[in-house]
């Protein structure tokens, strides 16, 4: 029986071919250019994002309702990507700021209406 000693396995890059010109990537380079899995989905974070800063700035109405509004929307296309943590929480801060903007808006037309029934 021979004794063959083992031969490190040389690993071709891989060719990319941009508009007639051949790159070629090494291993290393290709890993780098891995996305992580969490950032993927784009939607999520920004529906996230979104819903922070609506409860954040409710007291201003306009700003924290069109934020609502967008971190409800990115919420819903964010789990239709795909079923994450950080979608369903942008769409529930979302859903919370718009209730809590509706119950001060009741609120409010409450008291003028009691002001106006008293002069």
Do not use: H, Y
């Amino acid at each position: 029986m021979e004794d063959k000693e083992k031969e490190p396995i040389e690993v071709e890059p891989e060719k990319v071919e941009i508009e007639g010109a051949v790159i070629e990537e090494t291993k290393e380079e290709q890993d780098s250019k891995v996305v992580p899995e969490e950032n993927k989905n784009k939607m999520a974070i920004a529906s996230l994002v979104l819903g922070i800063i609506s409860i954040v700035v409710l007291d201003n109405f306009f700003v924290s309702l069109v934020c609502a509004i967008l971190a409800i929307v990115f919420g819903i296309q964010g789990k239709k990507e795909d079923r994450s943590k950080m979608a369903t929480a942008g769409f529930i801060l979302g859903i919370i700021t718009v209730s809590l903007l509706a119950l001060c808006m009741i609120g409010i037309f409450q008291v003028a209406w009691l002001f106006t029934s008293l002069l």
